[in-house]
């Protein structure tokens, strides 16, 4: 196994894992609730009376990071190393994914984990263990 130094980034890493932290803590604190995308966006596709306006607000915020980031800082170089068909399976089966784990790698991950739920911790172990295993299957048996 070798490590790419070129894309190694332990520290832009560190100061995202910082920020969602802190994101995940002030959500929690101050409107009581857990920050997983995945219910967030959920809660609009059923959405109860008064509950959907943070949503709303939520949802247009992440969407407008990225905008604000590419206004300022110009264009990011990203490559994809699969075809469109791939990028769309793997987002249906993650959605899916999300629906049967009762939650999202940041729900289950970050703010499960953190408050020592077990169900978060099983969840965890389930979709880590299911990345690395379709990694070794996609890169080293199908390849």
Do not use: E, K
Not at 32 to 49: H, Y
Not at 101 to 122: I, K, Q
């Amino acid at each position: 196994m070798q490590i790419d130094w070129t894309h190694f980034t332990p520290w832009a890493s560190l100061a995202g894992g910082i920020l969602l932290g802190l994101a995940a803590s002030a959500f929690i604190l101050l409107n009581g609730r857990i920050l997983g995308i995945s219910g967030i966006v959920g809660g609009l596709l059923r959405p109860r009376s008064g509950d959907s306006a943070w949503r709303i607000a939520f949802v247009l915020g992440m969407l407008a990071a990225p905008a604000l980031y590419y206004w300022a800082a110009g264009p990011v170089l990203a490559t994809v190393d699969a075809g469109w068909a791939t990028v769309i399976a793997a987002g249906l089966l993650v959605g899916v994914g999300t629906r049967y784990g009762s939650g999202c790698t940041s729900g289950h991950g970050v703010c499960g984990l953190s408050r020592l739920s077990p169900r978060s911790l099983m969840a965890t172990l389930a979709f880590m263990g299911a990345g690395f295993a379709m990694v070794f299957v996609v890169r080293h048996l199908l390849a």
